[in-house]
């Protein structure tokens, strides 16, 4: 069986922006700055970005397309994602976090990357729900006062329940597939049949 790579969130954040469209590194930069809507969510400076594209590349995630000229400086490389880097992603993004803290960076960054990209996220929040589960149950039983570790873990998984409730089905198109246009494969993961 194939070992795949842990990626880091800086290199998630890339290849998730990539998937969307082929770019060179100062449009990548710019989509993952903060006030950008996944920068919003995690924000990269545009040295970050080119190690995620170093890293990416070395992994065979990534490739370059083409270089662009550029009137600021040398050639601009563009970068698109290889069939295994979109297999990496689509795997990524329906991939619930293990802990209520990681909500805040992996998920919601998850979450949105799936929207950017027109897909659907429930099979992310049904994940995420159900790898919660005994933990969302808990939160019903008021821990001891004195136990502070314990009233905040009951605060923060009662905030996760409720964000995801606060997650509604989403209707419309589903979005592009994230299968490369000449492979033929599978339909992207979160992604559902009509009808």
Do not use: C
């Not at 314990?150 to 979005?175: I, K, M, N, Q, Y």
Request: glycine share 8%.
């Amino acid at each position: 069986m194939e070992r795949r790579p842990t990626l880091s969130l800086n290199e998630w954040a890339v290849l998730g922006v990539l998937v969307e469209k082929p770019r060179h590194g100062y449009d990548i930069a710019a989509e993952l700055r903060a006030g950008a809507r996944i920068g919003d969510v995690w924000h990269l400076t545009r040295q970050l970005v080119y190690r995620a594209l170093e890293r990416l590349e070395a992994l065979r995630l990534v490739e370059p397309q083409r270089t662009e000229p550029s009137a600021a400086g040398p050639p601009r490389t563009v970068y698109r994602p290889t069939a295994r880097g979109r297999a990496h992603l689509r795997r990524w993004l329906v991939t619930p976090v293990k802990h209520i803290r990681d909500v805040r960076s992996a998920f919601l960054l998850k979450l949105v990357i799936t929207e950017q990209l027109g897909l659907r996220p429930d099979d992310l929040i049904e994940a995420q729900r159900g790898a919660f589960a005994d933990l969302l149950e808990q939160r019903a039983v008021t821990p001891p006062r004195t136990d502070h570790v314990a009233t905040w873990r009951h605060h923060s998984a009662a905030a996760v329940a409720a964000f995801l409730d606060s997650l509604d089905e989403r209707s419309g198109d589903p979005g592009p597939d994230l299968t490369p246009p000449s492979s033929g494969g599978p339909r992207a993961a979160g992604r559902r049949p009509r009808g």
